[in-house]
């Protein structure tokens, strides 16, 4: 379905595709293209699941709006995102980029992020709208930022909001490209690319044990714990039935504290910081029967938090040295006008002094150190590590 009226969001041809047939009158179209920008609509912030619901590819003069819901098959895209003649660009590609894998077997290559480049160009507001009116003198909308792109039908002024989030980034990444061409940074930012490559969908480790992972509960007693279970699976039941993300049913935080109180009457679920005034009425019975089924499982049923690694004992003279490293770190960052956590976060400095390479070939095999990292101010740290 082609779009008729495009508001100043895209420019170009924006074209909505919903049908097989659609798509494959479309895809020999890009087959041409030797840069296509990329981007998806997810359903998360409101649905059970969080899958991908929109695709948005745009070449230097078109756009496809791919509705992912209504096709299943996406298959004959995968060659063209595979192909490193083919560079495909995105705006923080990490979480598209594991959603590609994961909803449909995408492996992407040649990709440049323009996130990326616009960090080692120093910017310190590298979000896509702050990139597109500082660089491109256009005003992007964040009116639908928190939309249920899940939704059908979707109104026409969704549609062409998603396809503004590709149809500028060709000419950005034009533009923060030859910003890194001009300060000698293309190459560190092609390194990240490159690994950006790598990135694959991994699923959670032990999804049973997810209640364990939420904030503010370690304190709680193994039969509050007991209390957090059952309230967390209750929750994920009804988000799954509903298809809503879970927080909209309750909040994490309500759930700790429901754990926290264990309460045996509605006037315990009264008064919870963020809980719906409604909730004693409408999850009240619920509630209370979670907390019912933890307060009568045996001693030996209840749960049991894993005890992470111990705490090293103190060592001043690591202690000493992680603070020199920071030092330079910290005057290297300025001087190249990179954010310091981007050039190195405290945890490699960590690394570096528990591992203390005497030359910059052991720097970079420390697992996780990058060449670029080596150039811009591996011989300094070394040096000092050495010394």
Not at 97 to 110: C, T
Request: proline share 6%; glycine share 8%.
């Amino acid at each position: 379905m082609q779009m008729g009226s495009v508001p100043s969001r895209v420019r170009g041809s924006m074209e909505y595709i919903e049908t097989e047939s659609e798509l494959e009158i479309a895809v020999p179209r890009l087959q041409g293209e030797r840069l296509i920008a990329v981007d998806t609509e997810a359903a998360g912030f409101h649905r059970y699941e969080d899958r991908v619901c929109l695709l948005q590819l745009s070449t230097r003069t078109d756009t496809l709006v791919i509705d992912t819901l209504s096709l299943g098959d996406l298959a004959d895209l995968g060659p063209l995102l595979s192909d490193p003649g083919v560079e495909v660009v995105f705006h923080d590609a990490n979480y598209d980029l594991r959603l590609l894998h994961r909803d449909f077997g995408f492996r992407v290559r040649g990709v440049f992020d323009t996130k990326i480049a616009a960090q080692f160009l120093g910017e310190r507001a590298f979000g896509l709208a702050s990139l597109v009116e500082k660089h491109l003198g256009h005003r992007l909308s964040k009116a639908y930022q928190r939309a249920d792109w899940a939704r059908r039908p979707l109104p026409p002024e969704m549609l062409q909001y998603a396809a503004g989030d590709t149809v500028h980034l060709p000419e950005l990444r034009d533009a923060l490209r030859e910003g890194l061409e001009e300060i000698g940074r293309l190459h560190w930012a092609e390194e990240e690319f490159r690994l950006e490559e790598d990135v694959r969908w991994v699923p959670p480790e032990d999804p049973g044990a997810a209640y364990l992972r939420l904030k503010r509960t370690h304190d709680l007693r193994p039969r509050q714990l007991a209390a957090l279970r059952e309230l967390y699976e209750w929750r994920e039941g009804i988000a799954r039935a509903r298809d809503l993300a879970p927080f909209r049913v309750l909040t994490n935080d309500v759930l700790v504290e429901l754990a926290r109180r264990m309460p045996r009457g509605l006037d315990g679920i009264v008064g919870i910081q963020g809980a719906p005034r409604n909730l004693p009425d409408r999850y009240g019975g619920e509630i209370l029967a979670a907390v019912r089924r933890a307060r009568e499982l045996d001693e030996d049923e209840l749960p049991v938090r894993r005890m992470g690694p111990r705490r090293p004992p103190p060592d001043p003279e690591f202690d000493e040295l992680v603070d020199e490293l920071r030092g330079i770190r910290d005057r290297v960052a300025e001087e190249l006008g990179l954010d310091r956590g981007f050039l190195m976060p405290r945890s490699q400095l960590e690394v570096l002094a528990r591992n203390r390479p005497g030359s910059l070939e052991e720097f970079v095999a420390l697992p996780g150190f990058r060449r670029w990292q080596a150039e811009a101010i591996g011989e300094e740290l070394v040096g000092v590590i050495s010394s």
